[in-house]
């Protein structure tokens, strides 16, 4: 299904404010390389690359044949590429690696064909190479010529579907019904007027659905509604209670919550986001949905649950909006982009109370929220400039000039009790802080450090925190508050380039679990002693570290140049932690001397590793591979729950045909509309590699 431009410009745009207002300060929007597909030989092209980032980014470009040319720039988003003088029609890759100062680095490729000059400039067949059974898939060529062209469309076998325009530059393929997968292969014949027939050909599998549909797996979607205007719905965080699962999230336009034949509708029907909540059983069935928000730009991002099934749920707007999910009205106003609410509903979404904070010309974003065992609400953001923390009618006012980040202490009427802050060092934008909550009520947070010493607020002052120096003064860190906000304890891990602590957890035993990503040599021991590891070149690792109460070192694994930690990992009732992230290359997520390795077919695609608490690897799943010969991004998992039996609910937005299928079998999903929201279930029977 092609996507207007137009609304996947909307959908683009409206990602990047809405990462940039939940706290994704650290998160890189990359676009595809811009560029032709296919050159003449002793041509000089330029090719560039769109980057949406607060801080800074630097570039790398690389091309793979020299005898197809060269390079004549390599470190900007522009570059210059030269072509050589050939014989014969020529391929190369270009791959440029976008490094930002903060977060993970972004790879994207773009295949270009070099053809001798006497021959006319056709491009290789654009379409995918996997596509269901009896469905229809667009294929075309681009041919870059002012004189008169015409197309001949053929498949082999001959017998095995068949296109609607056979004569044209673009063409829809329909696949038949199939018993197994069958490859065919998709050929065109390209003839400009005074040159020779040029034949472009490209291998696609045609699957078999009833195969796919024999697992233990499930995946729906929700979206674009099939008879409105195509619209962009994500998903952004998720709970589970009493076998039902709820999601909160954005949508522009109306959307279609049910995913079966029925229609729940939601939105508001503009070009501007809504709020959503929706509910779904753990077999995948839709239950109920509900919305809310104004005419203005609105989002819900953060969402826990307590033990009487009441709802919490946090996100931002701008203008006036109704956070009550119900048929009632609670109506505030803002005319600030970055303020930012937080509403309590009972299990049937009917609101309690609603708090708001109003941000006076700074920059506010809440990143976390916890829940203690009595109830009491705790919130991790961060800000810069001048800001009253207390939503109440009393004040208390803060004003910086560098991000600081806060952890804030609710009583569960949404009543302030206080607030503790520390400084990221930043004027652009903050690192990544995450937390977690243990059995006892204290707060542990995790994050990175540029300066040294930090001071972190605590009861009637400040305490400095300095980072260990074997390395630099760019460290990881975990810190502790108690209930009443006085900051305990607290260790940090160095390296000479940077380390993140991305995702924290704590073990039934206390243990804590320390998940993130890291770049040049870090020292993993807290400690006096030392655990060097290295990563070098243009990616960095990915790590997960166990610490014992007093936070000694009790072993850290790595994995992968070519894998990245999203901020998510949960253990089960094994004691097993699943860890979550991004593989774009070939992995081996085995820490010990064997080999485990997978690797996306085409662009990136998702990953849950499991290991046990000894950091042995039992479990691997992966989801998300293109269903389409592209770089990018085809799958953002933004949120992921455990069951008492350890499977794996994860939820997020798809943005083009891609393969759902955890295990090694292919399904292929794509959005409706501009994205797609999504919910997989990743079960523990063996449905992964």
Avoid at 647 to 655: A, E, K, L, P, S
């Amino acid at each position: 299904m092609s996507k207007p431009n137009l609304l996947t410009a909307i959908s683009l745009l409206m990602l990047c404010f809405l990462q940039a207002c939940s706290g994704g300060g650290d998160t890189l929007v990359v676009l595809e390389i811009s560029g032709p597909s296919t050159i003449h030989e002793n041509t000089i092209v330029e090719f560039s690359i769109d980057v949406e980032y607060e801080g800074s980014v630097t570039y790398q470009w690389v091309s793979d044949n020299p005898d197809a040319g060269e390079l004549l720039d390599q470190d900007s988003s522009t570059v210059r590429f030269g072509a050589g003088d050939i014989n014969e029609q020529s391929q190369v890759t270009l791959t440029v690696i976008v490094i930002p100062d903060y977060g993970t680095s972004e790879i994207r490729k773009k295949t270009v064909l070099v053809v001798p000059e006497n021959l006319p400039l056709v491009g290789n067949i654009s379409g995918p190479i996997v596509m269901n059974e009896l469905e229809s898939a667009e294929f075309s060529v681009e041919v870059n010529t002012d004189l008169s062209v015409t197309y001949l469309w053929e498949v082999i076998p001959y017998t095995v579907g068949q296109f609607d325009a056979p004569d044209s530059r673009s063409t829809d393929y329909f696949a038949p019904s199939v018993t197994e997968p069958v490859t065919v292969t998709i050929k065109v014949r390209v003839t400009v007027s005074g040159y020779e027939p040029v034949v472009r050909s490209k291998d696609v599998t045609i699957l078999n659905v009833e195969s796919q549909e024999e697992q233990d797996w499930w995946v729906v979607t929700w979206g674009s509604h099939y008879a409105l205007e195509p619209a962009y719905a994500n998903s952004r965080d998720i709970t589970l209670r009493d076998n039902t699962l709820f999601m909160v999230g954005t949508c522009d336009q109306i959307i279609d919550a049910d995913p079966g034949p029925d229609e729940w509708l939601i939105g508001h029907g503009n070009q501007s986001s809504s709020s959503y909540l929706v509910s779904y059983t753990t077999d995948g069935e839709f239950i109920e949905a509900w919305d809310w928000g104004g005419e203005d730009t609105d989002y819900a991002s953060l969402l826990t649950i307590d033990g009487g099934g009441n709802l919490y749920i946090s996100g931002g707007f701008y203008g006036d909006v109704d956070l009550d999910p119900g048929p009632g009205e609670s109506v505030f106003g803002s005319d600030k982009w970055s303020s930012c609410y937080l509403i309590k509903t009972d299990p049937d979404a009917n609101l309690i109370w609603a708090d708001q904070w109003y941000t006076n010309g700074s920059n506010l974003n809440f990143t976390e929220l916890l829940l203690d065992s009595s109830g009491n609400i705790y919130i991790i953001g961060s800000f810069i400039g001048l800001l009253d923390l207390d939503p109440g009618p009393a004040t208390e006012i803060r004003d910086t000039d560098t991000y600081h980040w806060f952890v804030m202490k609710l009583n569960n009427s949404g009543d302030f009790e206080w607030v503790r802050t520390w400084d990221s060092g930043n004027e652009i934008y903050p690192s990544y802080t995450a937390s977690t909550i243990d059995e006892n009520g204290n707060i542990y947070l995790t994050g990175s450090l540029d300066l040294d010493p930090t001071e972190f607020e605590t009861t009637g002052g400040y305490v400095d925190v300095d980072t260990k120096e074997t390395l630099s003064d760019h460290s990881a860190f975990v810190g502790v508050y108690d209930p009443d906000g006085n900051f305990i304890k607290w260790t940090t891990w160095p390296s000479d380039i940077s380390v993140w602590g991305n995702a924290i957890q704590i073990a039934d035993d206390n243990s804590i679990y320390v998940g993130g990503t890291f770049y040049g040599n870090t020292d993993f021991d807290p400690g006096e002693g030392e655990e060097i590891r290295t990563r070098i070149g243009s990616n960095k690792g990915t790590y997960l570290m166990r610490l014992t109460p007093g936070f000694e070192l009790m072993w850290v694994i790595e994995w992968g140049d070519n894998t990245t930690s999203s901020g998510l990992i949960k253990t089960d009732y094994t004691g097993n932690i699943h860890a979550q992230g991004t593989v774009s290359g070939p992995t081996d997520f085995d820490p010990g001397p064997g080999e485990f390795n997978i690797s996306p077919d085409h662009g990136s695609a998702r990953y849950i590793a499991v290991y046990n608490p000894n950091g042995d690897l039992v479990d691997l799943a992966k989801y998300g591979d293109f269903g389409e010969s592209a770089s990018g991004v085809g799958v953002v998992t933004n949120g992921m729950e455990l069951d008492s039996m350890a499977n794996r609910f994860v939820t997020g937005y798809i943005t083009m045909l891609v393969d759902m299928d955890p295990g090694p079998g292919i399904y292929l999903v794509e959005p409706e509309g501009a994205d797609d929201a999504f919910l997989l279930k990743i079960p523990t029977d063996g449905s992964g590699y």
